[in-house]
């Protein structure tokens, strides 16, 4: 059988395996070449989740525990969309972040700001039919990393988005409008083209914005996109 | 219209507070027909060092080589109780283990089958975007003529193959480096 494939990346939009600034990359990048395979039935299926499969409360990070959390309440939305222009519906999306002081609850970050017990930072929803998401959480703070002396990691959070296949998955960041550690980032700048890199800062968005409680980010994203028939490409499978 | 997918970033160290809600490592609920298999194995580094805050995804078709996914057109008759998704962090020593079934084959292009296989996606800290390997079966007549596998390089397939160390036990170690570099594709 044929299927039809997902396209490949534009040239410069998505980070080599290794960049030394980001110096975890040297010896966890694979040193040789992938292996080029076409797509066959096993990359353009993938895993599907519905609502029993995740937490009610997944989309607000600041109810999930007796208290209220610390720090500033914002609403972060946005659409997902495949390089077609097209809404991806109903796919999942989970998030995670450090909370306002940077800390995140993880025993691995042992940063000696302090831990907030009403603050997991953990979020699941799923996008709508017309492939939008938003959830409530609170802008999580800056914190220090050990990749060099004095490196500092912009306030951003982490995205997971599954899409329609195996060959869609996407794991990001996103960050804030003009926070000044963005240009001192290893990981934020990992990616040579400089549009790809800025689109995943989010913006700031009145339309989101709660009057009185919480500012609004948006956040947009794109999953990789079926070529348009498979006519078109007929030498691949 | 046309629009560029949005750049990957590393899942950090950090990703077991979004992602263990949905950590699995039982794949196959009693209910799924099918030899039981279990692997396990061990990531390393290019120091050959442990590699504890990694993360592996697993895609598989069932027993008969069906999909749960709409574009398979035999998923409706797939057991409910079947989804094909795994997800396993590996430990403090770089371990992880997952328990399923073997897979059936699968169609490949054409009226060929693909030998039986596992897709296998690793994140961890220190890698920018996703890696995506396969694990195959040893001893698997349809190795031979599977066409992914056949664009490996015979003296590289092997890190391809699980190893037996019981019935139905399989070991399987990743190198990210090294003369044992794990292959690693890109579609």
């Known amino acids: 059988m044929s299927v039809v494939p997902y396209r490949s990346p534009y040239p410069g939009t998505q980070p080599e395996y290794l960049h030394r600034p980001y110096v975890s990359s040297i010896r966890r990048a694979p040193a040789q070449p992938p292996v080029k395979i076409p797509q066959t039935l096993s990359e353009v299926t993938g895993p599907r989740f519905d609502a029993t499969e995740i937490a009610a409360g997944g989309f607000d990070l600041t109810r999930q525990h007796k208290g209220e959390p610390l720090g500033e309440r914002i609403v972060v939305s946005g659409r997902v969309l495949d390089e077609n222009g097209c809404p991806v519906p109903h796919t999942l999306v989970e998030v995670w972040q450090a909370n306002a002081a940077g800390r995140y609850f993880h025993i691995r970050d042992q940063h000696h700001a302090p831990l907030d017990p009403n603050f997991t930072g953990q979020g699941q929803m799923l996008t709508d039919e017309r492939g939008y998401y938003r959830f409530v959480t609170i802008r999580p703070g800056e914190y220090p990393w050990g990749n060099h002396y004095n490196a500092w990691r912009p306030a951003h959070i982490h995205f997971s988005l599954f899409g329609p296949a195996f060959a869609t998955r996407l794991v990001t960041q996103m960050y804030f409008p003009g926070d000044p550690l963005l240009p001192f980032d290893p990981i934020f700048n990992c990616t040579a083209d400089e549009k790809a890199k800025n689109r995943l800062i989010s913006q700031l968005d009145w339309e989101t914005t709660i009057p009185q409680e919480a500012l609004g980010y948006r956040f947009d994203i794109v999953l990789r996109g079926r070529e348009a028939t498979p006519f078109e490409n007929p030498n691949r499978l | ?187």
């Open chain 2, 1 to 187: 219209m046309s629009l560029q997918a949005t750049t990957w970033q590393t899942v950090g160290p950090y990703f077991r507070i979004g992602l263990s809600p949905l950590f699995v490592s039982e794949l196959a609920s009693s209910s799924v027909e099918g030899p039981r298999i279990a692997v396990s194995g061990q990531v390393l580094d290019g120091a050959g060092e442990p590699v504890p805050d990694a993360l592996l995804e697993i895609w598989q078709a069932d027993a008969r080589g069906r999909y749960a996914h709409p574009d398979d057109e035999q998923s409706e008759t797939i057991d409910s109780g079947w989804s094909g998704f795994g997800r396993i962090p590996t430990g403090d020593d770089g371990s992880f283990r997952f328990t399923t079934i073997n897979p059936g084959p699968v169609r490949g292009a054409g009226d060929a089958l693909q030998a039986p296989h596992l897709l296998v996606g690793l994140m961890m800290r220190g890698l920018l975007r996703r890696l995506v390997t396969r694990i195959y079966f040893p001893g698997e007549p349809a190795n031979e003529s599977d066409e992914i596998l056949q664009r490996v390089s015979p003296e590289r397939r092997g890190t391809l193959l699980l190893k037996p160390v019981a019935e139905g036990q399989y070991l399987w170690d990743i190198h990210m480096q090294g003369k044992e570099e794990t292959v690693f594709f890109e579609f």
